[in-house]
């Protein structure tokens, strides 16, 4: 890679940190996924991974050296960044059944619930019946092909925003020595942060993939001519 790419992943690392660090106040709304994915998408998959790490790296200066936080990003990110740089490769087909899948299971959770608190059930609920609307809506727009690419971005950050809560639900009870009841609450807990997360990465990434990609391409354009 050249001296250019690695300062494009270095720029792209801190705006990303600064990026979560803004917004870190609020629980369950980030737009790094969206960021992350449109960069992604434009600059490949090296850059991508690379800046992944970086990412993952730097965000300990803020954070904490967490290994089980560090071991999940790095895990995660460069999967994240590895979808998205090919995600023109990925058959339409693959993302219609990931968004009926998503559908039918958010439709379930409405329906039956989850084992949790019921001071929070309701509120589990209601956020399923939102994420059901959201992933038939760009299931239709995906058949009619409407927004083409948003809706496959989209639908692709949601299946990954899951994605992120599962790969915790594995590491961070491992590698703290959980006992098994309390991993099992440990996991149902992760609904309430991970049901806004996606709501939020799904909605996030339909609105601003599309501008940031265009962004990124002008700048990209922009640096290649000096």
Same mark, same amino acid.
């Given at each position: ?12 690392? &801190? ?12 629980p369950?709304?980030e737009l790094v996924t &969206? ?9 490949g998959?090296a850059?991508?991974?690379l800046? &992944? ?5 730097l965000?300990?200066l803020?954070?904490?050296f967490?290994?089980a936080?560090i071991?999940l990003?790095?895990i995660?990110?460069?999967?994240? &960044?590895l979808?998205?740089? #090919?995600? @023109?490769? $990925?058959p339409p ?9 998503s ?6 959770g409405f329906?039956?619930?989850i084992?949790i608190? @019921? ?6 609920? $209601?956020?399923?019946?939102i ?11 995906t ?5 083409e690419?948003?809706? #496959?971005?989209a639908?692709?950050?949601?299946v990954?925003?899951v ?5 915790d ?7 703290l ?10 996991f ?5 942060v991970?049901l806004?997360?996606?709501l ?11 501008p ?12 290649q001519?000096?």
């Open positions: 890679m050249s001296a250019r790419g690695l300062a494009r992943c270095a720029v792209m690392s &801190a705006l990303l940190v600064a990026v979560q660090y803004a917004l870190g106040f609020v369950g709304i &969206a960021v992350f994915s449109a960069y992604c998408f434009v600059c998959t850059s991508g991974i800046t &992944a790490v970086c990412f993952s790296l965000r300990c803020i954070y904490g967490y290994p936080v071991l990003y790095l995660y990110y460069p999967l994240l &960044a979808v998205f740089s #090919n995600l @023109a490769k $990925i087909k693959a993302f219609k059944i990931a968004l009926l899948i559908a039918v299971l958010s439709l379930m329906v039956f619930g084992k608190s @019921a001071v929070y059930r309701l509120r589990i609920r $209601i956020l399923f019946l994420l059901f609307i959201i992933f038939s809506a760009l299931f239709v727009l058949v009619i092909k409407r927004a690419l948003s809706s #496959n971005a639908s692709a950050a949601a990954m925003t994605l992120f809560t599962l790969l639900d594995i590491i961070s009870p491992l590698m020595g959980f006992s098994a009841k309390s991993a099992e609450a440990y149902y807990g992760g609904f309430l991970m806004p997360q996606t939020c990465a799904s909605i996030s990434v339909f609105i601003l993939f599309e940031l990609k265009r962004a990124f391409e002008a700048a990209l354009r922009s640096s001519k000096r």
